[in-house]
């Protein structure tokens, strides 16, 4: 298997009706996972890949790797790719399966409420920037953290990569407990 091709993706309206033969992954963090995701989907964070390909290489079906909007989940397939397995994304995410009318399973007990990965990352991009304009007045050299800030967005926007975004997702927050990724990959392997 070539693994400089581009994985292939399925439009929500092929993922709909393949759903039942599809193993679909959800690579968000678990607060994301939490907030809503396919039905049938199993988290298993973007971070924490790696460990499960010896899982995945066994999994029943076509894999579908999901995230909120497809980019985590194009950077998945790319290193499944790189491990031998054979993956496709969803175009849109679960953000173009809510949008077309599709339900979402929330995990079972009390509903959380965390941000998305993007909203974490305006949310600490902006604080950052407003705490360095604010210190900067009193001490200039701490208008350079805005400077970094705003060099780091503009970083991001070009490589299509979140350096901020992986810093967050090691918050405990974001962070799947060893049991639940345990319980994961065994729910994998038992397919």
Known sequence: MSTSRTPHAL???EALARL????VIDVRTPGEYASGHLPGALNLPLDQLDRAVPVLREAPGALLVVCASGN?????CATLAEHGVDAATL?????GW????????????PARSTWSMERQVRCAAGALVLTGLTLGRRHPALRLLSAGVAGGL????LTDTCGMAALLARLPHNRPRPADLDATL??????
Request: net charge negative; no cysteine; glycine share 10%.
């Open 11 to 13: 439009d929500v309206d």
């Open 20 to 23: 039942a033969e599809l193993t």
């Open 186 to 191: 065994a729910a994998l392997a038992a397919r």
């Open 154 to 157: 503009v970083f991001s926007a």
């Open 98 to 109: 809510a949008e077309r009318g599709h339900p979402l399973e929330r995990a079972d007990g």
């Open 91 to 95: 175009t849109g995410g679960t953000h």
């Open 72 to 76: 985590r989940s194009r950077t998945a």
